[in-house]
């Protein structure tokens, strides 16, 4: 993925958080902290269009950037692909360059193909900005800056102190890559991950990471836990024993989570399956983070779409 097509100095898109140096993702946290504090600007993209381009379903991620979009004045279209040309058999990039022709400078896209939003950037004319809502496996950019909002409001600025669990089904989860290319960025202290063997990608994601397949153990004086949706609709068949097994085995109750640090917070990117990656009381409970990573999710994609579109440099 290019995350700068054409100026150096500037994203012309946000198709990924692998490779964005430090100061720029810094920048752009301060800049969702602004907002997360309760502020707008309702002018900032007075008169410019922005399309919601979902290929796949969303709650969280779209309505966040069509709020997002409205605290910023712009003008937002949402895309239906069930009731779109694409049922006819017309493709993405045909469908982006027609929204284009209508005037619409910015597109959030979600695909279910990895590198699907990367290729409609290279398609995209000058003056288009594109921001990937998650595509495929690959990566999910958004979702990685308000996790590390999230964190860092809850744990400060220091990340080379904390000691951070990621656990699930890595492999298949575009949030995840997101995640861990921000925590590298910021230098945190120890990223540690815990999924079943099969669950966990085989190549160079986890590089830097201490792998564990003992939740227990991997949960020993961590301050954050990140827990991942398991991804069944990615999933081919036998990867998992069975649902009551990896509940089991991966599964954070009240209990396990007194292994971590007494002021440890948990977090997951949703939908929850409840019962299954967490329970009721540590989702619910006073360590948790999810509503928090919701109400981040508006403000991070602010900054992003401001930046993007009012030319707004970090």
Do not use: W
Request: charged share 25%; aromatic share 4%.
């Amino acid at each position: 993925m290019t995350l700068q097509p054409d100026n150096p100095d500037a994203l012309r898109h946000l198709l990924t958080l692998e490779g964005l140096p430090r100061a720029q993702l810094l920048a752009l946290l301060d800049r969702a902290q602004h907002y997360a504090d309760g502020r707008d600007n309702r002018s900032a993209l007075a008169g410019t269009a922005i399309c919601t381009l979902f290929f796949e379903p969303s709650t969280r991620t779209r309505l966040s950037f069509q709020l997002a979009a409205q605290r910023l004045g712009a003008d937002v279209l949402n895309f239906d692909v069930s009731t779109s040309s694409t049922r006819k058999g017309e493709t993405a990039r045909d469908t982006l360059r027609t929204i284009e022709a209508m005037g619409v400078r910015g597109f959030v896209i979600r695909h279910h193909d990895d590198g699907a939003v990367a290729a409609l950037a290279d398609a995209a004319a000058p003056g288009t900005a594109l921001v990937n809502a998650g595509d495929g496996r690959s990566a999910h950019p958004t979702q990685g800056l308000l996790d590390m909002l999230t964190l860092r409001q809850a744990k400060g600025d220091d990340f080379g102190r904390l000691k951070v669990l990621i656990v699930g089904d890595v492999r298949h989860s575009r949030v995840a890559r997101s995640d861990l290319h921000a925590l590298h960025a910021l230098g945190a202290g120890e990223i540690r991950v815990c999924g079943p063997r099969a669950l966990l990608p085989g190549d160079a994601t986890l590089d830097g990471c201490v792998v564990s397949h003992d939740l227990d153990a991997a949960l020993e004086g961590v301050d954050a836990v990140m827990m991942l949706r398991l991804q069944r609709e990615r999933m081919d068949e036998g990867l998992i024993d069975s649902i009551d097994a990896y509940h089991r085995d991966y599964g954070l109750t009240s209990q396990r989570l007194r292994c971590a640090a007494r002021d440890a917070v948990v977090m997951h990117p949703g939908p929850i399956n409840r019962g299954i990656e967490i329970t009721d009381e540590v989702a619910d409970g006073p360590q948790s983070r999810v509503l928090a990573q919701v109400r981040n999710g508006v403000a991070v994609r602010m900054a992003v779409l401001e930046y993007l579109l009012a030319g707004r440099q970090p």
